[in-house]
């Protein structure tokens, strides 16, 4: 290629807005813990809910993210004035600025819990939205030949841009909510989804430069090849797997808060900063994974996040029972250290495994294909929240008595340990090539 072509090549990639919206938008979205901290000292302070309620309500706000392999099909098939994925983030981020400058306001007056209920389940409706046309984005420009996509380099980009909204939003969430209120974290988010939205609109998604598909299939042919692709091997016990490893788990994180907060009386700026300590652990796992691990089969990685994850919860329990505290390290100092990195460890599967499914995606199927995967894992935290209110309630935890907390806590680690005789079922290339050589 002569240096005149690289020159052009090197000008488009500058020109190329791609890595601005995305890098944005996965920014805005990982600052959605900045308000969501605000909502559970807002529901629990002022609104006085138990923990059970707290944790059914988080939980359930995120019923909007299973639907969304339906919104992939959209996406996929429904164009506006030629665009597929641009008036989707420029709708979900209205939705988000919509919803939460409404709680925002609501809230200063005698708000309900349905009231709040209907807002959140809005808001993560927009989120949704945005998250599956991004993914797509991703998906599809992973389908490109270049060093970039090719490698792996702009999911883990998207990652760390994520991550370091949530270090930001963590950070100042704590601080605002002791230094202003709860309310406050609505106000301001509200008004970022709102740039966020005016951002969007002003790009044009042919800027992009994505793969460009001639002739756009309707709804019924997405759901037709979806279909297709789901019956592979390699794609469906991947997607159960990583499923059924967050799915068989009760996580106890409303039981958590209130131990924290109430039993423990943890200072909300001190949960702040411990959740963003939980955010850089997820930088940090972007830029290595990038750096270094990239190259490692997923089923490695995965396995032993896995592992990872048991034993920090061994951890907690540890903690409850008070056996640091009686070696000096104080609860606060655990709580800074360990609590927000243990609830980001679960997320740490997700960049290998999107990897791994942006490779075996066929093209023209990456928005149906990833959506139904973000709407799998999004389905197996809801399950995984269920369960933990249910095992809160079997263990005996309440408001005023957390007896029963270490024993929740040992169930939870046994239950972390059972994905693990199950990893054969995430697909490894490796293996596959080896199995192909022994038959030939």
Not at 191 to 212: C, G, M, Y
Request: glycine residues 8%; aromatic residues 12%; hydrophobic residues 50%.
């Amino acid at each position: 290629m002569s240096s005149s072509d690289d020159h052009a090549g090197e000008s488009r990639h500058r020109r190329n807005p791609i890595r601005w919206l995305l890098g944005f938008g996965f920014f805005v979205q990982g600052i959605r813990g900045f308000p969501w901290l605000g909502a559970n000292f807002f529901l629990t302070e002022q609104l006085r809910v138990n923990p059970s309620v707290l944790q059914l309500l988080q939980n359930s706000a995120n019923l909007p993210m299973v639907a969304k392999p339906i919104y992939g099909v959209v996406s996929d098939s429904v164009y506006f004035f030629g665009q597929h994925r641009i008036p989707y983030i420029a709708i979900g981020a209205l939705l988000q600025a919509i919803s939460w400058l409404a709680i925002a306001f609501l809230s200063r007056s005698n708000v309900s819990i349905l009231a709040l209920s209907i807002y959140l389940l809005l808001s993560n409706l927009g989120a949704s939205l945005v998250e599956v046309a991004n993914d797509a984005i991703v998906a599809e420009a992973g389908k490109q030949k270049t060093s970039e996509t090719q490698s792996g380099e702009l999911p883990s980009f998207v990652w760390m841009a994520s991550s370091l909204g949530g270090i930001l939003g963590n950070l100042l969430g704590g601080i605002a909510i002791k230094t202003f209120s709860a309310q406050s974290t609505f106000l301001v988010f509200g008004i970022l989804a709102l740039l966020q939205f005016l951002v969007t609109i002003n790009i044009r998604e042919k800027s992009l430069n994505l793969p460009e598909n001639p002739s756009p299939a309707g709804i019924r042919k997405h759901l037709s090849d979806l279909s297709h692709v789901l019956r592979k091997p390699e794609i469906s016990f991947s997607i159960a797997w990583i499923a059924l490893s967050t799915a068989v788990v009760p996580v106890l994180t409303g039981t958590m808060f209130f131990y924290q907060t109430k039993f423990l009386k943890i200072d909300a700026s001190l949960l702040g900063i411990s959740k963003v300590f939980g955010q850089i652990a997820m930088l940090l796992w972007g830029f290595a994974y990038n750096r270094w691990l990239k190259s490692v089969q997923p089923r490695k990685l995965m396995t032993a996040i896995q592992v990872t994850i048991a034993v920090f919860v061994i951890s907690d329990l540890l903690f409850v029972r008070g056996v640091y505290r009686d070696l000096g390290v104080s609860d606060s100092v655990y709580v800074l250290f360990f609590s927000g990195f243990l609830e980001t460890l679960f997320y740490f599967k997700i960049l290998p495994f999107t990897v791994l499914m942006a490779r075996l995606c066929p093209p023209g199927c990456e928005g149906s294909l990833m959506a139904f995967v973000m709407s799998a894992i999004a389905l197996a935290f809801i399950v995984s929240g269920y369960l933990g209110i249910i095992l809160a309630s079997f263990v005996g935890v309440t408001v005023d008595d957390f007896s029963g907390f270490t024993r929740g806590l040992a169930i939870e680690a046994f239950c972390v340990g059972i994905p693990l005789i199950l990893t054969s079922w995430i697909y490894d290339e490796a293996e596959t090539k080896e199995k192909s050589k022994k038959i030939e």
